[in-house]
T-cell receptor
């Protein structure tokens, strides 16, 4: 059992659609991060959220940290083919750092 | 500024051989972590080094080892390679620790035949 479970595991949508990816845990995290990874490359940090209830926006991407700091979501508005990739949440709890199970997103032109 | 550099990018080895992978972190970053990524297991933590000391270790056999030099460059070594060691090995650096955010290298794709 992974400490950070992401859903859905796979997502295939048409260009222009909206989507939400979820990252859930039963543990409380001091901070959560979201990364995007393209095939054959390392993950790239998108955002870090540290306060319960915090919302951050990065162009068409909206990140939210749950009030209890046990979950987070990533919402993409009007998805584009360039958003295709593996999305990973990650965070620190109990002085240990964990990665989520990942969500593979494909945006079809 | 230069990113995290991993060498080599691709490697093919035979079962039973050993391999050494190299990672140069971002200048000024003192923490270097290594991850193994496979399609079935996702990102699995190998170990973390900070100021030449191993600060954390994941649940991998002793065949996997690493070290960090005084200039923060790091190497990881895998001895007696097995087919299941085929994976993308990623190095990540951060200023102090992971919750500041990692910068990853492009990885080394290791294939064991």
């Amino acid at each position: 059992t992974q400490l950070l479970e992401q859903s859905p595991q796979f997502l295939s949508i048409q260009e222009g659609e909206n989507l939400t990816v979820y990252c859930n845990s039963s543990s409380v995290f001091s901070s959560l991060q979201w990364y995007r990874q393209e095939p054959g490359e390392g993950p790239v940090l998108l955002v870090t959220v540290v306060t319960g209830g915090e919302v951050k926006k990065l162009k068409r991407l909206t990140f939210q940290f749950g009030d209890a700091r046990k979950d987070s979501s990533l919402h993409i508005t009007a998805a584009q083919p360039g958003d295709t990739g593996l999305y990973l949440c990650a965070g620190t709890t109990g002085n240990q750092f964990y990665f989520g199970t990942g969500t593979s997103l494909t945006v079809i032109p | 500024k230069a990113g995290v550099t991993q060498t080599p990018r691709y490697l093919i080895k035979t079962r039973g051989q050993q391999v050494t992978l190299s990672c140069s972190p971002i200048s000024g970053h003192r923490s270097v972590s290594w991850y193994q990524q496979t399609p079935g297991q996702g990102l699995q933590f190998l170990f973390e080094y900070f100021s030449e000391t191993q600060r954390n270790k994941g649940n991998f056999p002793g065949r996997f080892s690493g070290r960090q030099f005084s200039n923060s460059r790091s190497e990881m070594n895998v001895s007696t390679l097995e087919l299941g060691d085929s994976a993308l090995y990623l190095c990540a650096s951060s200023p102090v620790q992971a919750n500041y955010g990692y910068t990853f290298g492009s990885g080394t794709r290791l294939t064991v035949v």
